[in-house]
């Protein structure tokens, strides 16, 4: 008789026991980062996580995520989305602090920065799709190039990478290398400009995929993608996912969006720093679910974190970790400045010994010394005797600081070209005081932000 009281005592207390643990985690349970439960984000759609990863030959550097977006699809209602995060975006990381988001793949690869995107942005991910650029210009000549709308002229060339673009404005069919010159590269507009470029070109690809002369090439794109695609979606699930994507786009278009939020520097480091309340608004209208209380007041907490990490930051109270993936950043960029410098000192030995023979090492010597300013060397190219004073006082008030460059021979357009692809610097001749066309073409050894070749059109 004891026996059975005790065995239903104990079972009381188990049942106690079960429903306090459901209790507290009901009340209590586990969170991201993005004080959401896993349970409480977002899974109304088929969430696939797309990453371009640019691997690096260097020994211990896996690389990083150079392209990063979410696919999501209603199968229901033959709806798909795209949401493009920009690489810079400013987050948290499981681990290492605040960084940037391309920094999750080096950090813990392909798991990491699924975690890391699923917390950025409320909702779960279903699968992953990662791309090797290795591959990439292969793809583009299985499937024999893409027509594209180059909308401006394209030049930029980094000694450290060893990677030069030069396009031409208007319509052109690419082949693999000149699609990688088209996809990778960036203006004044930074990660923004070049989103908008790879969405044209994801739908550029699609076009050509999809055209009536396509079977021809399916053996070689086939071949091609089992080398450069690694992915956890079954081969069924593939094909079911490719026809909806079909019908889809087809139908209504395939929408296209990029994470909220504005370009900022910090501690000399470019980033994209989201708005998280306008972030999760928009996954609620893309996954199709209704803003709830727990969502929304989650969402509203995580914005007031990033506001004070963000404050942190710039007033120099941050995290050891966060210290050290700056302090890495900045040894990245010391490290390009280096070989810049390396690779361009015979041509800057050239001329120095040049500008001393002209008398200008003085004046290049104390402009130097206006720390903060955008130093530009202007060359009178224009044909016009009285072109090149014009032009100097226009920069002058503009705010730029005007070495003289002296002329030379006559050209129709008027270039301005940045010797450096920091964002900001780039950004500011962009704004230069007369209709020109912009190049970057990096050199770490340069006395100047940018060199000014005034044309026969300035005005």
């Given at each position: 008789?004891?026996?059975?009281?005790e065995?239903?005592?104990?079972?009381?207390?188990a049942?106690v026991?079960?429903?306090?643990?459901?209790?507290?985690g009901?009340l209590?349970?586990e969170?991201g980062?993005?004080?959401?439960?896993?349970s409480?984000?977002l899974?109304?759609?088929k969430?696939i996580?797309v990453l371009?990863?640019?691997?690096r030959?260097?020994?211990?550097d896996v690389g990083?995520?150079?392209t990063?977006?979410?696919v999501m699809?209603?199968?229901?209602?033959?709806?798909?989305?795209?949401?493009?995060?920009p690489?810079?975006?400013?987050?948290?990381?499981?681990?290492?602090g605040?960084?940037k988001?391309n920094h999750?793949?080096a950090?813990?690869?392909?798991?990491l920065t699924?975690?890391?995107?699923e917390?950025l942005?409320g909702?779960h991910?279903n699968?992953y799709?990662?791309?090797?650029f290795?591959?990439f210009?292969?793809?583009?000549?299985?499937i024999?190039g893409?027509?594209i709308?180059?909308?401006?002229?394209?030049?930029?060339h980094d000694?450290?990478d060893g990677?030069?673009?030069d396009l031409k404005k208007?319509r052109?069919h690419?082949?693999?290398?000149?699609a990688i010159?088209y996809?990778?590269?960036?203006?004044?507009?930074g990660?923004i400009?070049r989103?908008r470029?790879?969405?044209?070109?994801?739908?550029?690809v699609?076009?050509?995929?999809t055209s009536?002369?396509?079977?021809?090439h399916?053996p070689g794109l086939?071949?091609?993608?089992?080398?450069?695609?690694?992915?956890d979606l079954p081969?069924s699930d593939?094909?079911?996912?490719g026809?909806?994507l079909?019908?889809?786009?087809?139908e209504k278009g395939?929408a296209?969006a990029?994470v909220?939020?504005?370009?900022?520097y910090?501690?000399?480091?470019?980033?994209?720093?989201?708005d998280?309340?306008?972030?999760?608004?928009?996954m609620?209208?893309?996954?199709?679910?209704?803003?709830?209380?727990?969502?929304?007041?989650?969402?509203e907490?995580?914005?007031?974190?990033?506001?004070?990490?963000?404050?942190?930051?710039?007033s120099?109270?941050?995290s050891?970790e966060?210290k050290?993936?700056?302090?890495e950043?900045?040894?990245?960029?010391e490290k390009k400045?280096e070989?810049?410098?390396?690779a361009?000192k015979v041509?800057?030995?050239a001329k120095?010994?040049k500008?001393?023979?002209?008398?200008k090492?003085?004046?290049?010597a104390?402009?130097k010394?206006s720390?903060?300013?955008t130093?530009?060397?202007?060359?009178?190219?224009?044909?016009s005797k009285?072109a090149g004073?014009?032009?100097?006082a226009?920069?002058?008030s503009?705010?730029f600081?005007?070495i003289s460059?002296?002329?030379?021979?006559?050209?129709?357009?008027?270039?301005?070209?940045?010797?450096?692809?920091?964002?900001?610097?780039?950004?500011?001749?962009?704004?230069v005081?007369?209709s020109?066309?912009?190049r970057?073409s990096r050199?770490g050894?340069?006395?100047?932000?940018?060199?000014?070749m005034?044309?026969?059109?300035?005005?």
């Amino acid at each position: 008789m004891r026996s059975i009281f005790e065995a239903k005592i104990l079972m009381i207390v188990a049942a106690v026991c079960a429903v306090a643990y459901m209790l507290f985690g009901y009340l209590n349970p586990e969170k991201g980062m993005d004080n959401l439960a896993p349970s409480d984000r977002l899974n109304m759609k088929k969430n696939i996580v797309v990453l371009g990863v640019d691997e690096r030959a260097e020994e211990h550097d896996v690389g990083r995520s150079d392209t990063l977006f979410v696919v999501m699809f209603d199968t229901d209602k033959k709806a798909a989305s795209l949401l493009s995060i920009p690489r810079d975006t400013r987050v948290r990381i499981k681990g290492h602090g605040w960084d940037k988001i391309n920094h999750a793949y080096a950090y813990g690869g392909r798991e990491l920065t699924q975690n890391t995107v699923e917390e950025l942005l409320g909702i779960h991910i279903n699968n992953y799709v990662m791309v090797d650029f290795k591959g990439f210009k292969g793809l583009v000549d299985a499937i024999g190039g893409v027509d594209i709308d180059v909308e401006k002229d394209m030049y930029y060339h980094d000694t450290w990478d060893g990677f030069k673009i030069d396009l031409k404005k208007g319509r052109q069919h690419l082949d693999g290398q000149t699609a990688i010159q088209y996809v990778r590269y960036r203006d004044e507009e930074g990660d923004i400009g070049r989103i908008r470029r790879q969405q044209h070109f994801i739908m550029a690809v699609y076009e050509r995929i999809t055209s009536a002369n396509m079977l021809l090439h399916i053996p070689g794109l086939a071949k091609q993608l089992t080398n450069m695609v690694k992915t956890d979606l079954p081969l069924s699930d593939m094909v079911d996912l490719g026809r909806t994507l079909h019908s889809m786009v087809k139908e209504k278009g395939l929408a296209m969006a990029t994470v909220p939020g504005t370009p900022e520097y910090i501690d000399g480091i470019s980033y994209w720093l989201p708005d998280i309340t306008d972030l999760r608004e928009q996954m609620v209208k893309m996954q199709g679910a209704t803003m709830t209380d727990r969502y929304k007041s989650a969402a509203e907490l995580m914005e007031q974190e990033y506001t004070a990490a963000v404050e942190k930051a710039k007033s120099g109270d941050d995290s050891a970790e966060n210290k050290e993936a700056v302090k890495e950043e900045k040894e990245q960029l010391e490290k390009k400045k280096e070989a810049e410098a390396k690779a361009g000192k015979v041509s800057k030995d050239a001329k120095d010994d040049k500008d001393a023979k002209a008398g200008k090492a003085d004046q290049t010597a104390e402009v130097k010394k206006s720390a903060g300013t955008t130093v530009v060397r202007l060359v009178n190219c224009s044909g016009s005797k009285t072109a090149g004073a014009d032009a100097a006082a226009r920069l002058r008030s503009a705010g730029f600081t005007v070495i003289s460059g002296g002329s030379g021979e006559v050209v129709a357009q008027t270039t301005v070209i940045s010797t450096t692809n920091n964002g900001a610097v780039v950004g500011r001749l962009s704004n230069v005081p007369f209709s020109h066309k912009l190049r970057i073409s990096r050199d770490g050894a340069a006395d100047c932000d940018g060199v000014i070749m005034l044309g026969a059109d300035y005005k």
